[in-house]
Each structure stands twice: as structure tokens, then as C-alpha cells.
């Protein structure tokens, strides 16, 4: 499985635009780029999946050159709400290959 | 639509004792995982049923885990006897398989488990 690297942690004030690039730099031909959202005290969400070029919906966007060596995850305009913990995964979608998460990026908004 | 449920949501327990965790997957998913973050660590993959087959174990830690999915529908994670290094939060994620392609999971809001 393809290891994504991402920063520990960021700060943003809140209405900023939000960018967090993952770097995984041995992915396969057939992953796909996911990204989930952790709140404390609950589980990973589901925020964005892609596998070339931009995907875009009513959370984030996400970026993917064309080497698809690295992914970024956009989030328009934070709020205090969006402080959470970013995961960023790679694999494929299609077998039984399960999630496999590393440390994350702890996101923090402040007013 | 319920989402992916946990109970409980809490449990404290003392060393050598039993617990047994419960999740129940959103209705229609064939594919239940069982994930958990012990304090500081990542959340590490445990093991993954589909239907009631379980489809990859590997991440279990040890014998003292036992895992089942009777009928296909809720999951049990039982760990008998708990050990302090088995505090954590165990999360349980659901998701279904569409044209050979996983949909999304959805996690449970976790259990946490303190051992004492």
C-alpha cells in the first residue's frame, strides 16, 4: 500500500482558504486518493475521493497533478467547526484492501 | 437513515475482566471493519467481514481478541481477558460494494475502552 506523508499539524484563522498536500509518492495504478475528517470524540468521516486532476463538492476540493504523486485538500473559507484531524489514504477501491490510516494533520481554526 | 452505531459509547473495566464491544453497520452493508487507535498511535486496521466470512484478520493483536458477525449483520468484538495495552477506542466502519467498487465507509462514533 502506497505511504502518504502529511504535516502534523496547521493553524488557519477562521474565513481562510485551508490547503493540505499529502505527498504519496509510490502509488499504484489503481488507488484512488481519499480523505476523511476526525472530530474528537467521534470517527473518521468521509470527506472527498479522487484519482486525477480536481474533484470538487459542497465540502472541498481536491487537486491531483498529474503524476499523481501528491494530493491537496482545499477547504474554502474554515470555520471553527472545521478544526479536526485530516486524514489522507491511498489504495485501491475495488478487492477487500482495507483503509489504512496514518498520523493525519490536526487542523486548527482559530477566531 | 441510521449511521454505524457503537455500544457502548464507553466501558471501564479492570484487567483480566471481559468486554464485549457491539456495532451495528448501516443496513444493506456487507462490509463491517473493526478499527481501533490506541492513545497517541494511529488507527490501525483489526479486521474486516464481509458478510458474516471474515475476509482479513490480520490486524488483530492476539488470541485475546474474538471477533463475530452472525447473520451478516451486527458484529461483536469480544476481549477476554482485557489487558491494560487494550485500551483504546475501537472504531467499527460499514461500507457496501457497488459494481465491484467499495463505496465509502462510514464509522461508528467509536468505543472507548479503558482497562484498569
Known amino acids: 500500500l502506497a505511504k502518504t506523508t502529511q504535516p502534523i499539524s496547521m493553524d488557519s484563522y477562521e474565513g481562510q482558504e485551508v490547503n493540505i498536500t499529502c505527498s504519496h509518492n509510490?502509488?499504484?495504478?489503481?488507488?484512488?486518493i481519499t480523505w476523511y475528517q476526525q472530530f474528537p470524540s467521534q470517527g473518521p468521516r468521509f470527506i472527498i475521493q479522487?484519482?486525477?486532476t480536481k474533484v470538487t463538492n459542497e465540502v472541498a476540493s481536491l487537486f491531483i497533478p498529474a503524476d499523481r504523486k501528491s494530493s491537496t485538500l482545499s477547504l474554502p473559507r474554515v470555520s471553527l467547526s472545521d478544526t479536526a484531524v485530516y486524514y489522507c489514504?491511498?489504495?485501491?477501491?475495488?478487492?477487500?484492501?482495507?483503509?489504512?490510516f496514518g498520523k493525519g494533520t490536526r487542523l486548527s481554526v482559530i477566531a | 437513515e441510521a449511521g454505524v452505531t457503537q455500544f457502548p459509547s464507553h466501558s471501564v473495566i479492570e484487567k483480566g475482566q471481559t468486554v464485549t464491544l457491539r456495532c451495528d453497520p448501516i443496513?444493506?452493508?456487507?462490509?463491517l471493519y473493526w478499527y481501533r487507535r490506541v492513545m497517541g498511535k494511529e488507527i490501525k486496521f483489526l479486521l474486516h467481514?464481509?458478510?458474516?466470512?471474515?475476509?482479513?484478520e490480520s490486524g488483530m493483536p492476539n488470541n485475546r481478541f474474538l471477533a463475530e458477525r452472525t447473520g451478516g449483520t451486527y458484529s461483536t468484538l469480544k476481549v477476554q481477558p482485557a489487558e491494560l495495552e487494550d485500551s483504546g477506542v475501537y472504531f467499527c466502519?460499514?461500507?457496501?460494494?457497488?459494481?465491484?467498487?467499495?463505496?465509502?465507509?462510514?464509522f461508528g462514533q467509536g468505543t472507548r475502552l479503558t482497562v484498569v
Open positions: 467481514f464481509v458478510k458474516e466470512s471474515k475476509q482479513d
Open positions: 489514504l491511498v489504495g485501491p477501491t475495488s478487492g477487500n484492501t482495507p483503509l489504512v
Open positions: 509510490n502509488i499504484a495504478t489503481n488507488d484512488y
Open positions: 479522487g484519482y486525477k
Open positions: 443496513s444493506g452493508h456487507d462490509n
Open positions: 466502519a460499514s461500507s457496501q460494494v457497488i459494481r465491484d467498487r467499495k463505496t465509502e465507509a462510514f
